[in-house]
């Protein structure tokens, strides 16, 4: 008997679980008394669980395999459902339109992170902890433009900055910021622990710097 094409046969309607499967969904369509379509239904979907490669996505939720036996079933399936029964519309909704931010950053080299955490730090009403807030924001907001562009941001560029994000409530003496180096900080910090120590030294510390010795024993000649 010659075999049978697949373009002759009936569509598969979920491919990733193969004809076998949605011939025995036909079948469980067939059998007139519901308590039995019912389970098998059930032992259908345990040997799903077992021979299908989307069963291991069943286990976080298990609904999806009674709802995926619905729409095999042309949504023509009367069973006793654990979950609830699918209706036949959810194939036809279109998925919601992905928003996207539409915030105007003022200094983009900055990004929106900073804007925030400025207005963040202009709530702190201690003063002493509103000046610590606004340098680190200027060890960020530097940090930040290091790494797009290749010339260094002068630090009354950032000092101005912050008082402009801030709207003024934020401000830094730029005669303390050069003279203390408070925006280099972050960059020795990062410099100190990035640093490793030289390969030879800590052989030479392993060996007790112990100079090397060579084999004591030396071949010697067979004739000899």
């Given amino acids: 008997m010659i075999g049978e094409y697949n373009t002759s ?8 679980y193969g004809r076998n499967v949605q011939k025995l969904v036909n079948y469980i369509r067939s059998i007139p008394d519901k308590e039995k379509r019912t ?3 059930t032992t259908l979907i345990e040997l799903i669980k077992q021979l299908a490669p989307v069963s291991k996505e069943a286990v976080e939720n298990p609904q999806r395999m ?5 729409i095999m079933a042309d949504f023509n399936l009367d069973v006793n459902n654990p979950f609830t029964t699918p209706d036949r519309t959810i194939l036809f909704k279109k998925p919601r339109k992905m928003e996207y ?12 992170n900073i804007e ?3 207005l963040e730090a202009t709530k702190k009403e201690d003063p002493k902890e509103r000046e610590e807030a606004a340098i680190y924001i200027g060890k960020l907001m530097k940090t930040f433009y290091g790494a797009w562009n290749k010339e260094t941001l002068d630090d009354s560029v950032i000092v101005k ?7 003024g409530k934020l401000t830094l003496d730029l005669e303390k910021v050069r003279e203390e180096n408070l925006f280099e900080k972050l960059y020795r910090e990062q410099r100190t622990k990035t640093q ?3 390969g030879n030294e800590n052989r030479n510390q392993q ?12 071949h010697r000649r067979r004739d000899q």
């Fill in 161 to 167: 900055d912050i008082g402009i994000l801030s709207k």
């Fill in 9 to 16: 046969r009936e569509p598969i309607i979920l491919k990733e």
């Fill in 39 to 41: 389970q098998m239904a």
């Fill in 66 to 70: 009674w709802d995926d036996l619905y």
């Fill in 196 to 198: 490793r120590p030289q």
């Fill in 207 to 218: 060996r007790g710097n112990r100079p090397f010795k060579k084999n004591r024993h030396q």
């Fill in 116 to 118: 925030r955490l400025v």
């Fill in 101 to 112: 931010p539409q915030n105007d950053v003022r200094y983009r080299h900055y990004g929106k």
